[in-house]
């Protein structure tokens, strides 16, 4: 009877302990959630205080440019006045009758004119309606396996035909074309394909079709920038890269001298020279002409890189990670200045097969058309605006 009220006793005070500590835990967890709810409150609180510091930021510095936009014209106009007062004083001085004033002034009036048409244009080809950044790639899509492990495939860019074409390999001279993407992808090999051949043999995967017409790369001493005409199968322009001692533009791709790219405002050259040799240089090419219409140095390193694209003005640089089975555009550079480095986007390749021989940007569909090691793959791209935060 005693050993059993020793028992009772003992698991009482077992009990009354078991509950202590659970009022202990329970208090604890409390005190850890009022942490945890403040901790939250107070990162929200300064994400958005953060939010508001960039949004001002931004608005501030649009000003800024509008403020010096509306300085620089009244200085222009003040200039402008002065001069007219010189002129008005000479006539005053010469007496010499009102119509060579008049003509002055006509002239003045022109010469402002076209100062203000200049302006726009400047004006235009920082500001056009073009942008978008990437935001991140969507989805992916693996169509074929054909050809050797390097190569370039693309859609015509631009044209309404919805035609594939081909180019195998770091060297050749026979394209292939297909009707459409569904024949391209039933197509046993090449078997669905028409051959188009070339006048010459083209170097590296740095191609583009565009508007009926094939861009192709031909190296000698000098890299040379061939077009051909598909409908007339001449070639009706080649022009010498006007950049002397190039090196090959990345670093993971010693084939590819020179790698064109065509995005919403045309034909752009991504290349390398010695003088820069550890750093990309981006140039505009006219689509027609084949002329250089403005170069830039780029501060996105040539080590390491595999590909390359342009999106509204934005040359987006693809690196090999070192996550295996991965790539991943690590370098930015705008000729807008809209976006840098530390805004660009964090873009990861889902799954590869090797490296990237080529990757060219459809504006059309926003689609990247890649090569990785003999596979076609479709890389579908999500798009924001430049500017956002
Ligand atoms: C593609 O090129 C490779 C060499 O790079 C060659 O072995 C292969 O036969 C070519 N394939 C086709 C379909 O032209």
């Known amino acids: 009877m ?66 010096k936009e509306t300085l620089r014209m009244s200085l222009d106009s003040v200039g402008t006045r002065v001069d007219r007062v010189e002129r008005e004083l000479d006539y005053l001085e010469t007496q010499n009758g009102a119509q060579p004033c008049v003509d002055v002034d006509d002239k003045l009036i022109e010469q402002q004119v076209t100062l203000v048409q200049e302006k726009q244009k400047t004006k235009y080809s920082k500001l056009s309606d073009c942008s978008d950044m990437i935001s991140t790639i969507k989805a992916m899509k693996i169509l074929k396996r054909v050809g050797g492990p390097k190569g370039m495939w693309t859609k015509d860019i631009s044209g309404t035909s919805g035609k594939v074409y081909i180019l195998n390999g770091t060297d050749g001279d026979t394209v292939h074309e297909f009707s459409s993407v569904q024949d391209f992808t039933r197509s046993l090999g090449v078997a669905l394909s028409s051959e188009l051949k070339l006048p010459s043999a083209w170097t590296g995967t740095g191609h583009v079709v565009y508007n009926n017409y094939v861009y192709y790369i031909k190296q000698a001493e000098e890299i040379m920038v061939v077009k051909y005409d598909m409908k007339s199968k001449t070639v009706v322009d080649s022009a010498v890269f006007p950049v002397q001692e190039h090196v090959p533009v990345y670093g993971l791709s010693p084939e590819t001298a020179l790698d064109l790219a065509v995005d919403e405002e045309g034909l752009w050259a991504i290349y390398a020279t010695r003088q820069n040799e550890r750093h990309i240089s981006l140039a505009k090419v006219d689509a027609n002409s084949l002329d250089i219409e403005q170069m830039w ?42 976006v840098t480095n530390e805004d660009a986007p964090l873009v990861y390749f889902p799954k590869r097969y090797g490296s990237h021989s080529s990757l060219k940007y459809n504006p059309q569909e926003q ?23």
């Not at 659970?22 to 609180?45: F, G, K, M, V």
């Not at 694209?309 to 930015?332: A, D, E, H, M, W």
């Open 367 to 389: 689609l990247l058309y890649a090569w990785d090691d003999g596979y076609q793959i479709l890389y579908k791209l999500i798009m924001k605006k430049k500017l956002e935060v």
């Open 297 to 338: 140095d780029t501060n996105c390193p040539r080590e390491n890189a595999e590909g390359a694209f342009v999106i509204c003005g934005t040359l987006y640089v693809v690196y090999n990670s070192k996550q295996p089975g991965r790539s991943r555009v690590q370098c930015v550079f705008d000729v807008n200045d809209m």
């Open 2 to 67: 005693r050993g059993l009220f020793v028992l009772f006793t003992l698991a009482c005070l077992a009990t009354a302990q078991h509950q202590a500590l659970i009022d202990y835990l329970e208090r604890r967890l409390l005190a850890i959630e009022d942490r945890i709810s403040l901790w939250h409150e107070q990162t929200s609180r300064y994400a958005s205080e953060l939010r508001e510091l960039k949004q001002q930021m931004v608005s501030q510095l649009t000003n800024l440019d509008k403020e």
